[in-house]
């Protein structure tokens, strides 16, 4: 590879995530026993990814070793997976790989486009008394996905129009792509949430952080989005096409590759969720042998430390009581919206609805409930509170509903919200007043 192609290969950026057609098994040990060897897990930190194989434990001396090819078996490479220290049962036998993406092969595959992505794909061996045995995911091998960012065509990919030829201030906005309204809506709301764009710029080291943490998940919508921001606030541009991003979320679910309207309210959810796998601050030790441990505590550790549960995210307060014994059971929910009922009359107000959504709610019939003071099928009462307010609360209007015929049908019920500063602070107080 000659200089230039050299220099050129230094300012672009990679990211590994795994493929879809991986899905943990459900019945394991019964795999290992069919197959002899089976993936067991794989987790992705930058352009490594990190795996763990079960096989059958059927004689001392054996061996797992990795194929795996970036241009279509046209060539291949060999990574020799080391003995784990890890002892399921003594029926199985555990072995770990790492398999880094090989970057000074990728410049004869990778295209001169902003964004590319290339795919790895790998099947296990595992050879135990002169046999040799196979893990190729059911002949679809296991594939992993390397997407390229070139950073110094950001601007480039997003068809940002210069100051120098269009003066509207210091505000930039963002082109309709066709029928993408839903998403610049849901994206000039969250850009100009002071928090969480300031936390985005003005941490030097977010673009390192983000791809630095691993989340069962791994994608890269925080890196795309720290892209886009910096277009929007370094002052230099009017209008930037949000282009780029939206194909890394249209990789991430197909619902949003084409130019299509979708619900604003399912993409805010669906980018706060993406937005939070890749900002939580946890990251993973690299020793493989606390895997296990690593998956006992996913949910409760991992996923629950981000800018984006600090600011989004408050806790429901759920009181189930029997309506035979009073016997009272509580339970809390975190959510990132607060979704209000809406009255079935002509009009009503923002805070008829916060009202309405505290009232108890009566369940009789299919919906008894196991009560454990009367050991029997009961019917209750179920209340549902704020406990925590969140520090930034986003509000949902429930206007879609099922009718008897199981058909979706839509309240058109007028809602007033007076954005006065005298009636936002009655709607506070009023909202504070509701938390348990």
Not at 347 to 363: A, I, K, M, P, W
Request: proline fraction near 2%; charge should be neutral.
């Amino acid at each position: 590879m000659n200089t230039s192609n050299e220099n050129q290969y230094i300012n672009r950026e990679y990211y590994l995530c795994m493929s879809k057609n991986f899905q943990r098994s459900t019945n394991l040990l019964q795999q290992v026993y069919e197959k002899q060897v089976v993936l067991e897990n794989i987790f992705i930190r930058d352009i490594t990814a990190y795996g763990t194989v079960r096989v059958n434990n059927c004689s001392f001396d054996k061996k797992v070793s990795i194929r795996f090819t970036i241009d279509q078996w046209k060539s291949f490479y060999i990574i020799n997976a080391y003995h784990s220290m890890y002892y399921a049962d003594s029926n199985t036998d555990s072995f770990q790989f790492k398999l880094t993406v090989p970057i000074d092969k990728l410049s004869r595959l990778s295209p001169q486009n902003s964004i590319s992505i290339m795919n790895i794909s790998f099947a296990i061996c595992y050879a135990v008394k002169g046999e040799e045995f196979w893990d190729n995911n059911y002949s679809r091998n296991y594939n992993l996905e390397i997407i390229e960012k070139l950073r110094r065509q950001i601007a480039q990919d997003y068809q940002a129009i210069s100051n120098e030829f269009r003066q509207i201030g210091n505000i930039c906005g963002l082109k309709n792509l066709g029928g993408t309204c839903y998403m610049n809506s849901v994206l000039q709301s969250l850009l100009f949430t002071s928090s969480l764009t300031n936390y985005f710029l003005l941490n030097e080291n977010i673009q390192d952080s983000t791809m630095k943490n691993i989340s069962v998940s791994k994608e890269i919508v925080a890196s795309e989005y720290l892209n886009l921001l910096y277009l929007l606030y370094c002052g230099k541009y009017n209008v930037v096409t949000p282009a780029p991003f939206k194909q890394v979320i249209g990789h991430i679910n197909h619902n949003y590759l084409e130019n299509q309207q979708q619900d604003a309210h399912e993409f805010l959810i669906f980018l706060l969720d993406y937005l939070h796998k890749d900002l939580n601050r946890i990251k993973f030790t690299e020793v493989l042998n606390q895997t296990q441990e690593i998956e006992r505590n996913a949910v409760n550790q991992i996923n629950n430390h981000s800018i984006i549960v600090d600011l989004f995210y408050g806790t429901y307060l759920s009181t189930i009581t029997c309506l035979d014994c009073t016997y009272t059971s509580h339970n809390y929910e975190p959510f990132n919206c607060l979704t209000l009922p809406i009255s079935s009359t002509n009009q009503c107000t923002l805070e008829d609805c916060l009202r309405h959504f505290n009232e108890d709610e009566y369940l009789s019939d299919d919906s008894k409930w196991f009560c454990p003071g009367c050991q029997c099928l009961c019917n209750r009462k179920r209340r549902l509170e704020i406990y925590k307010l969140p520090k930034i609360l986003i509000i949902q209007l429930k206007r879609f509903q099922i009718n008897y015929e199981m058909n979706w049908i839509k309240n058109n019920t007028l809602v007033l919200y007076h954005l006065h500063h005298n009636h936002l602070i009655h709607f506070i107080q009023l909202l504070i007043m509701m938390v348990h």
